[in-house]
């Protein structure tokens, strides 16, 4: 006899169905619940989504009428009795607006001075907050206390400064810097990353860089006390990493300093140029892996103590006391690793596991996959438009989505030695492909281009990271109490720098596969993340028709788009997909943006310095580039297919400087048509972008 307690009797009547008849769950296309869960949270991304990317800032008076209206309708519409599909898009509709209120309140929340135009050198005096990896030297996070020809209430509430000279200062340090400041930079061509706009979520005010070294200065703590306890956890942060990466051993100690504390200034830029190309950058970012080891090695080690004591294992529920210990164990965690959004976002979805045991419910859930998501999206609505958000939430429900499948069509009953390993090594397998198939869309679409050998790296290096680099953290954990956590350390290191190896290897490798890719429209990539959602969601034969249909139609829309060989950006720079491949950037002008995060590992021709330059481009096509003052005329540029003046020229293949400075931008492309261009939509001012 089937006995529940404190259920409710439709709970009850659901469990006698699925008692009787056990293929009735299987043959749903749906689960209503979880479905009706799973459209919030999707609902809320969208309305975060739509509010970033509207041209004009919406009144906080018309966002709060409408979130409060569409809160009455669907209390109404729930009291009535509708049907569930009318019901449904009265969620959405709230969803959404949640999401846009959630994205507005953020933004008034996050409101902070920004340095308004480039000065400098001027003296800045403040508190280091975080050390940063750069190309040159390292960035400092500066928590100012004041800025020359600056009031008190002008200043920024943080500023990044990069640091070219070896530094002798150290995390929570107060320090005197020469620097030259200016405001965050936009990004160079539509569409590209906008760090103004994260700059303006995480209170950076201003960037620049240091003249000289910062020096050690003789003023206290801030008066603040969250400032106090912010700057001792960065002091604290930082001696972590230190420790480490002196501990762990030369190769791999800046790795697995990164790895421990999040602080990856001690990395050598080629291991981490090495990562990023063999598809394994993914170990760098403090995420559920890190958080995982943290929680799920405290979970063990307390339940598995809990349980030899007899008395306490027999009358009380000992997994829900390891659950709580591994929750409190990942947030001393998040805290010591800086927090970062990531990491934030790693949290949530910990909390949401380990809370779930609390609660007696099913860790792995889409449920429990959509409460993260709602929690991420309400706390975090600008982290919807970054490629970390999108991987990992994409990575994590299809991964749900899997196990939930698998577990119900091959339930894992073989308990011996060579059944453990076979279904392990079946489970890395299909991790690994599905973790990779479900990312690379958005990588395609941020960085249009995508790690030839990354599946491979993977299969590769996550075993590693399973049986040497997850135990030897764990055992350096357990012996860090008794002041011996150097022997887990250095073992960690070593099998760190079998990751490194394999990092290099493959980048090598896939070197020569390496091929930039054509841009993909966002219309693909909103196909792309509704089949995801289907994968996600549905059950049944209708999963993998219904998102099979849709990935096929959203490559068919970006195998169909045009390409995009040349990118003139409103600060001046001209960007040339050239044979190679490689891209060429030419500046009319003093560049004030940050180079497209598309083309940052691309090889950099060198920029026309002539009264005029002559490009091919990848498809043949030629491409001129006249410099100010320039002679020449039409009849010797009807030879050339795109010409790029600095004058106003009357040409019929010609597009001059003006005309892009005016219009903020222009993607020029060769069609049947002749020469197109495409100029970005009128730029509209928010709290984070102010237009010329």
Not at 641 to 665: F, K, M
Request: proline share 6%.
């Amino acid at each position: 006899m089937l006995q529940v307690r404190g259920r409710a009797p439709d709970r009850l009547e659901h469990l006698d169905l699925l008692e009787s008849n056990p293929g009735a769950a299987r043959e749903a296309w749906i689960a209503p619940g979880e479905g009706l869960a799973f459209l919030l949270a999707s609902s809320i991304c969208l309305g975060a989504l739509v509010y970033l990317q509207l041209p004009d800032e919406p009144s906080s008076f018309l966002i709060l009428a409408g979130l409060v209206s569409t809160i009455i309708g669907a209390i109404a519409i729930y009291r009535v009795g509708v049907p569930i599909a009318l019901r449904a898009a009265m969620l959405t509709v709230f969803g959404v607006m949640a999401g846009v209120s959630a994205g507005k309140l953020r933004t008034v929340t996050a409101d902070a001075p920004v340095i308004p135009a480039l000065m400098g050198p001027v003296m800045v005096e403040g508190w280091i907050s975080g050390i940063e990896p750069a190309a040159k030297g390292v960035r400092l996070r500066i928590r100012p206390h004041a800025i020359a020809r600056f009031d008190s209430h002008d200043l920024p509430r943080e500023i990044r400064l990069t640091h070219r000279l070896d530094l002798r200062v150290s995390s929570g340090r107060f320090v005197r810097c020469w620097a030259v400041l200016r405001s965050p930079p936009g990004p160079a061509i539509p569409g590209d990353y906008d760090f103004r706009r994260a700059a303006w979520f995480e209170g950076l005010g201003g960037v620049g860089y240091v003249q000289g070294r910062c020096r050690g200065g003789v003023l206290g703590a801030p008066p603040s006390l969250r400032q106090r306890f912010d700057l001792f956890v960065a002091a604290k942060r930082r001696q972590l990493g230190t420790y480490v990466h002196s501990v762990a051993g030369e190769r791999a100690g800046g790795f697995a300093a990164a790895l421990v504390s999040g602080d990856r200034s001690f990395m050598a830029q080629a291991d981490q140029t090495a990562l990023r190309a063999s598809g394994l950058a993914h170990l760098l970012a403090i995420s559920g892996l890190h958080l995982g080891i943290v929680g799920g090695l405290i979970y063990l080690i307390v339940r598995r103590g809990l349980a030899f004591v007899e008395p306490l294992s027999i009358r009380y529920p000992v997994q829900k006391a390891a659950a709580l210990a591994a929750i409190i164990a990942t947030a001393v965690y998040l805290i010591l690793s800086g927090a970062s959004v990531s990491t934030q976002r790693a949290f949530i979805m910990s909390m949401v596991f380990f809370g779930a045991i609390l609660f007696d419910r099913p860790a792995l859930s889409l449920r429990s996959f959509s409460v993260a998501l709602i929690a991420v999206t309400l706390l975090r609505p600008e982290s919807v438009v970054s490629p970390g958000f999108q991987m990992s939430f994409a990575a994590t429900g299809v991964l749900i989505a899997i196990y939930d499948a698998w577990s119900r069509a091959r339930p894992y009953t073989d308990r011996s030695l060579f059944g453990r390993f076979r279904f392990g090594a079946a489970s890395l397998v299909v991790t690994s492909v599905a973790a990779s198939t479900a990312t690379a869309p958005f990588a395609f679409f941020h960085f249009e281009r995508l790690a030839p050998l990354g599946l491979v790296a993977n299969l590769v290096a996550m075993p590693i990271v399973s049986l040497a680099s997850v135990p030897a953290a764990g055992l350096a954990i357990i012996l860090a109490p008794f002041g011996m956590s150097e022997w887990g350390l250095r073992a960690f290191g070593v099998s760190l720098e079998l990751i490194l190896a394999v990092a290099h290897r493959a980048a090598e490798e896939g070197a020569a596969f390496a091929q930039p890719i054509k841009a993909m429209p966002s219309t693909a990539l909103a196909g792309f993340a509704v089949a995801l959602a289907a994968f996600i969601v549905l059950r049944s034969w209708a999963r993998l028709a219904l998102s099979a249909l849709l990935a096929a139609a959203s490559t068919a829309l970006w195998w169909i788009s045009p390409p995009v060989p040349v990118y003139w950006s409103p600060s001046g720079e001209v960007y040339l997909a050239l044979r190679g491949p490689a891209y060429s950037m030419a500046e009319f002008q003093e560049a004030d943006t940050l180079g497209p995060l598309r083309f940052d590992t691309a090889e950099a021709a060198e920029p026309c310095s002539r009264e005029r330059c002559l490009y091919e481009l990848e498809k043949g096509e030629t491409v001129l580039l006249l410099n100010a003052g320039a002679a020449i005329s039409c009849t010797e540029l009807s030879a050339i297919d795109i010409v790029l003046s600095a004058d106003d020229l009357s040409c019929a293949n010609t597009i001059s400087w003006s005309q892009v400075e005016e219009s903020g931008g222009a993607e020029i492309r060769l069609d049947a048509s002749g020469l197109s261009v495409r100029h970005p939509p009128r730029c509209s001012p928010r709290p984070w972008r102010q237009c010329p």
